[in-house]
């Protein structure tokens, strides 16, 4: 029977998670609310309507979702062109599938954004599907991308391990029954991806790829 090895990719094999945080914090202030930028760090990987509510809470006016929305959409994506792959990202994935591993990302973005940041992985080849926000009615933290990408690769939940960057890529990781890697390079505390259900941590994609054998992929 196949493997599974299913990916996040903002902060996990491209490097925008920072973009994100400063065309949110852009978005916010266009709209006239005040959020702090360490506020919007720990909130990247959720959906845009997820992360709004996490941020300006039940009470907001959510008439204007889908206004702030459309800002951080368009402010990012000014940077679709040059968004940087972390090293050695298109080199893990390419290295996986030659060990057998199905490759399958399940990502918050789609459309324009989700084909921007596969061009900068650039390792087309190897990756059997992507679950995106496209495909599922609940984001992450809940365990739907997971289960999805699960089904993309025709895998069980106890043949596959997810790599995230994030404590929601932890928490529906954890919730769909796949094991959890944790990767720094998104810039969250080793404690927090570690409490959230990461078995184990690397600093990055490269990390990641030169200590394969000893890893969950080993």
């Known amino acids: 029977?196949?493997?599974?090895?299913?990916?996040?990719?903002?902060?996990t094999l491209v490097d925008t998670n920072h973009l994100h945080v400063v065309t949110w914090w852009e978005a916010f202030r266009q709209a006239g609310h005040r959020v702090p930028t360490h506020a919007i760090h720990r909130a990247v990987g959720l959906g845009s309507t997820d992360l709004v509510a996490h941020l300006l809470g039940d009470d907001r006016d959510k008439d204007q979702d889908a206004e702030l929305s459309a800002a951080h959409k368009t402010l990012y994506g000014q940077y679709f062109d040059r968004l940087p792959a972390l090293r050695d990202a298109g080199r893990l994935l390419r290295q996986l599938d030659g060990r057998g591993w199905a490759v399958v990302l399940a990502t918050s973005a789609g459309g324009a954004e989700l084909s921007a940041l596969l061009r900068a992985i650039d390792a087309d080849d190897a990756i059997r599907g992507t679950a995106s926000a496209d495909d599922v009615d609940a984001g992450k933290p809940a365990p739907e991308p997971?289960?999805?990408?699960?089904?993309?690769?025709?895998?069980?939940?106890?043949?596959?391990?997810?790599?995230?960057?994030?404590?929601?890529?932890?928490?529906?990781?954890?919730?769909?029954?796949?094991?959890c890697v944790g990767l720094l390079?998104?810039?969250?505390?080793?404690?927090?991806?570690?409490?959230?259900?990461?078995?184990?941590?690397?600093?990055?994609?490269?990390?990641?790829l030169s200590s394969l054998a000893s890893s969950p992929f080993g």
């Open 1 to 11: 029977m196949e493997r599974a090895a299913v990916f996040d990719v903002d902060g």
């Open 146 to 179: 997971v289960e999805h990408a699960l089904e993309l690769a025709g895998v069980p939940a106890e043949r596959a391990v997810f790599v995230g960057d994030t404590v929601w890529d932890m928490e529906a990781g954890t919730r769909a029954g796949v094991r």
């Open 185 to 208: 390079c998104g810039g969250i505390p080793r404690a927090d991806l570690t409490e959230a259900g990461a078995q184990a941590i690397y600093d990055d994609p490269a990390h990641l």
